[in-house]
């Protein structure tokens, strides 16, 4: 779990790794935390929906505080081996906690109070959880969800506005695909050396079960949806024995803590692991021969004196290629740069050792500023780390307030734009100082001041080369974030604006989505509207789109 909880404050904590919403950011943990205790696959996981889970607040045996409990059921995915029973596991909240980074409950309970789930009108908010109580001569008290939504995933995909940004689509789940590199992108930036993949939680679980003096064989297949041993033996049991074997053979104590820790993925973890290729590695890129040879075509292509249709596709297909081959072989060299990383970093720690010098001082910061995909954490941001982080208070009362910050920080992420993705930036780029950093500030707030002045037009004939919708987004950023940049590009003629404004704004327009132009802080009533007020404002022509 420790590991887990290593990934779990990554996900949360990260600014390298970009989402499209907030919600997503949380998915990508929840989603892990509902394995680890489950052992579910995780194919099955993504088809859970909201009628799929049953939260109750439950009466302490031990004459505690009642507890909340998830209980949710898993759909059998593997359906050519016949149907199966539906499994249902149970998790109760646990209180004092050491880390609210591996609580389910405060994740989805901010999931459901954001999308107003609850069928009580009046159960909107974490904080009145903790002023419920369970009937004398009950044992628990349901807290049922709205049967309208009993059919919607929980795990939902998002969907492109005609603004620019993204919401939450009303019931298309989320991919394997994505789920799965969101995991090993979590685990890069985690720096373990080995690959994270979704599997290896239920692997995990599985050996825990097999472990445990409380789960007979049984019940580890039925957990797992085993019809017998053989699947768990041949594929499960771990091959790392983690157990002080020598112990055990000269009947001593067993070194077992540091045996389950020098057998885990995260013990080669450091947090000097490189996540990313240098400046100079990745511009090494460009020299390999294929490389060079697209960008020779591409370049006798571009001294042409005219650039017919035929030539500009030609163009679009070899940097098509361009891209897809240089992020192709960042992937192959930056995966051979991190796996030897550790071999030669050892070296170099044994010579200063042993010449006499001690360890180079980690940085403070958690900001990374050689990191060229380092950024400042969004407020949103900041407070959700806060709050599942906090420490764990001396009450009970203190202990709701923690789940209840918690609950409440989650709810706000969940309706974050996150910005774009960021491209690596140029070396000289990589190393500034605060006075270049403020400089380059100013310098920003300038080029977007320029961009916004180049997209009103003096006449109806006046065509602009800037996407308004884009350099209106742009707006919304800090100065400091290099997506800027890519949002106010110009583009090579007004034809191309053209083709961008269609393709990347009119064909994604959803019916009852608001319109409105930032720049001009004016609501736009349709998409007709939109494509006139582009025009004749904004010099974009769309006609046809």
């Not at 209106?472 to 604006?497: C, N, V």
Request: hydrophobic letters at 35%; glycine letters at 6%.
């Amino acid at each position: 779990m420790d590991d887990l909880e290593r990934q779990a404050k990554t996900t949360i904590s990260t600014s390298k790794k970009r989402f499209r919403i907030g919600e997503h950011r949380i998915y990508a943990l929840l989603f892990l935390l509902l394995i680890a205790p489950s052992g579910s696959r995780p194919r099955a996981l993504l088809f859970l929906r909201y009628g799929d889970l049953e939260l109750f607040l439950a009466r302490d045996p031990e004459g505690g505080p009642h507890r909340p409990v998830i209980r949710f059921k898993l759909h059998f995915t593997k359906t050519f081996l016949g149907d199966k029973e539906v499994n249902t596991m149970t998790l109760p909240e646990i209180f004092f906690d050491s880390s609210l980074l591996l609580s389910p409950h405060c994740l989805l309970l901010g999931i459901l109070f954001h999308h107003k789930a609850f069928q009580a009108p009046s159960l909107t908010s974490p904080e009145h959880l903790s002023k419920l109580d369970i009937h004398p001569q009950e044992d628990h008290l349901p807290l049922p969800l709205k049967q309208s939504m009993d059919d919607v995933f929980v795990f939902r995909d998002t969907v492109k506005t005609g603004l620019g940004g993204f919401v939450l689509s009303e019931n298309k789940r989320i991919t394997y695909s994505m789920i799965a590199g969101w995991t090993k992108d979590m685990g890069v930036l985690a720096r373990f050396i080995f690959t994270v993949i979704l599997y290896t939680l239920r692997y995990n679980a599985g050996n825990e079960f097999d472990s445990s003096p409380s789960i007979s064989d049984g019940l580890r297949n039925l957990v797992l949806q085993h019809a017998n041993s053989t699947p768990f033996r041949k594929h499960y049991l771990g091959r790392v024995v983690s157990v002080d074997t020598m112990a055990v053979v000269r009947h001593t104590k067993q070194q077992s803590a540091l045996i389950q820790k020098a057998c885990s993925i995260g013990y080669s973890a450091s947090q000097r692991r490189p996540t990313e290729l240098t400046a100079e590695q990745s511009a090494a890129i460009d020299d390999d021969p294929e490389i060079q040879q697209l960008l020779q075509r591409r370049r006798y292509l571009r001294e042409r004196n005219s650039i017919s249709p035929v030539t500009r596709k030609k163009l679009e297909s070899i940097t098509k290629s361009l891209q897809s081959l240089r992020v192709k072989l960042r992937r192959e060299r930056k995966n051979e740069y991190r796996a030897g990383w550790s071999r030669k970093q050892a070296v170099v720690d044994i010579e200063k050792q042993l010449a006499g010098h001690a360890f180079d001082q980690a940085p403070t910061s958690s900001l990374d500023e050689s990191d060229p995909f380092a950024q400042e954490q969004h407020p949103a941001q900041k407070r959700l780390v806060e709050a599942l982080t906090a420490p764990v208070p001396d009450t009970l009362e203190g202990e709701y307030r923690r789940r209840d910050n918690a609950v409440l920080a989650v709810m706000a992420y969940c309706a974050v734009q996150e910005p774009p993705s960021l491209q690596a930036r140029k070396a000289s780029n990589i190393k500034i100082g605060a006075a270049f950093e403020n400089a380059e500030e100013t310098q920003a707030s300038e080029d977007i001041g320029t961009a916004i002045a180049s997209v009103f037009t003096k006449d109806r004939e006046e065509r602009s080369r800037r996407c308004f919708l884009c350099v209106g987004r742009a707006t919304t950023f800090q100065p400091s974030d290099p997506a800027i940049e890519r949002l106010i590009k110009q583009f090579y003629s007004p034809g191309d604006l053209s083709e961008h404004f269609k393709r990347h704004h009119l064909f994604n327009l959803g019916g009852q989505e608001n319109l409105h132009c930032r720049l001009c802080n004016q609501i736009l009533d349709h998409k007709m509207h939109l494509q006139n007020h582009a025009e004749t404002v904004h010099g974009t022509v769309s006609r046809g789109g």
